[in-house]
């Protein structure tokens, strides 16, 4: 399956609103959303719009909800914290909105979840997912990936203790990463870091000893660059390369971040047994680094092989009907990044009509009253909360470029397609 790059047109604020046969004879239900069209998040931002998009015009076409069209009202926030701060503002008290989408990245996220919590709006989060966004006490947030970037680390420990020979196992580990929300939440869990709250310094969370310390690795860098602006990625990868560890972690911002360090990386003919990158399962980045990319391992919410089965308008709504709906309105293969907003927009659909209601307390009421036997049901699997609103019993999948293809390769044992580990990494 060849991935392509689809392109998108960004605009400052974006109404959508399917068309469709059906008569609505109620005023629409107005959902907002504030994403990063333009600016360092843009190409994922872009996407979760997309994701928006496709489920919002089928939830449309299908009737919409309780009787009424969804208005999907779209505003670019340009990356920036409080341009994002300033438009669910706006969203919320001058357009008057019923219900809100989430934002991409913890970095917009964290201020964000402030001005949900002071409305009393639901706060579904599709892309957002440091630890210290659910310590701070908020009871309206709900996070549609598999759980907290803290412990990511454990899927990445499991992935090798489970698919690499015990004798063959990497023994030093060279982590380096942005000074990004999310990198930062990955790292401390591989290093067995605290997590702080901000402010007030509470330790919310001790990861002790750390996921690569489980591993039996010695860490011999451990390295971070500013969250914007830089571009010196010989120079990172020449201190990666001197340190001659055998595993890299890289923890990017963005795919654009993956990219560049991969091809410094190739340029240098750094050879380790195995690297693992926090970003990388977008199409673009396969574009863009072409065959640089094999055997790189990805961690991911999502994959085409897995055989999820949600629910759309009332009906089955799995990950095939998904893959097949992406294709015929944009003739390309999804990846990850529309999927994640998909399936938000798929459970939010499922709590109004729950609650039978677009009331956010009875919508918050009737997601925290979901459990193992009665969740919400997506194309990203099922989902329930916790009391902070992280998913319960859930784990991330790791993936693994192969042949130009994105496979998936742990768990094994959950979905059929699992192919097996690459390892050791093949030499650029």
């Known amino acids: ?24 004879a109620a005023e629409p239900i107005k959902v907002g ?7 360092g998040f843009s190409v994922t931002g872009d996407k979760h719009k997309v994701g928006y998009e496709l489920c919002v015009g089928m939830i449309n076409d299908n009737g919409g909800i309780l009787g009424r069209k969804i208005d999907l009202i779209v505003s670019d926030n340009r990356s920036d914290t409080e341009t994002a701060i300033s438009q669910y503002e706006r969203m919320i008290n001058v357009d008057k909105v019923d219900v809100i989408f989430g934002t991409f990245s913890s970095k917009l996220t964290f201020p964000v979840s402030a001005i949900t919590e002071r409305y009393g709006m639901v706060n579904p989060i599709p892309s957002g997912g440091a630890l210290r966004i659910y310590s701070i006490g908020h009871k309206n947030l709900f996070y549609f990936q598999q759980n907290a970037a803290e412990y990511i680390g454990k899927t990445v420990q499991r992935t090798l203790t489970d698919l690499v020979d015990t004798s063959k196992m990497p023994k030093t580990v060279a982590i380096v990463r942005a000074d990004d929300f999310f990198a930062n939440g990955i790292a401390a869990g591989l290093l067995g870091s605290e997590v702080k709250l901000p ?22 860098l451990n390295e971070k660059w500013p969250e914007e602006g830089f571009s010196d990625w010989v120079t990172l990868a020449n201190s990666i390369k001197r340190s001659n560890a055998e595993f890299l972690v890289a923890l990017t911002a963005s795919a654009e971040e993956a990219v560049q360090l991969t091809r410094a990386l190739q340029t240098l003919k750094y050879q380790p047994k195995a690297i693992y990158m926090s970003q990388g399962t977008q199409n673009e980045y396969l574009d863009s680094v072409g065959k640089a990319s094999e ?3 990805v961690h991911s919410s999502w994959h085409p092989a897995a055989g999820w089965k ?14 097949a709906a992406f294709k015929a309105r944009y003739g390309a293969e999804p990846d990850e990044d529309g999927a994640i907003p998909f399936a938000l927009c798929q459970g939010m659909e499922q709590a109004i009509r729950g609650a039978g209601s677009t009331d956010n307390k009875k919508i918050a009421d009737w997601m925290h009253a979901r459990t193992a036997a009665d969740p919400v049901r997506t194309i ?5 909360w916790d009391d902070v609103g992280l998913p319960v019993d859930k784990s991330h999948l790791m993936t693994q470029w192969q042949g130009g293809e994105l496979r998936f390769i742990y768990p094994t044992d959950e979905f059929e397609g699992t192919s097996p580990i690459l390892y050791p990494k093949p030499q650029w």
């Open 33 to 39: 959303a504030s994403l990063p069209l333009t600016g």
């Open 380 to 384: 990203l699997g099922p989902f329930h």
């Open 295 to 297: 055997g790189i391992m």
């Open 1 to 24: 399956m060849k991935h392509r790059l689809i392109p998108f047109l960004a605009a400052a604020t974006l109404v959508v609103s399917a068309i469709s046969g059906a008569a609505f």
């Open 310 to 323: 949600g629910v759309l308008s009332g009906k089955p709504f799995g990950n095939k009907d998904f893959i």
């Open 199 to 220: 402010g007030s310094g509470k330790v919310v969370a001790n990861l002790a000893p750390g996921n690569l310390a489980n591993l039996g690795m010695k860490v011999v």
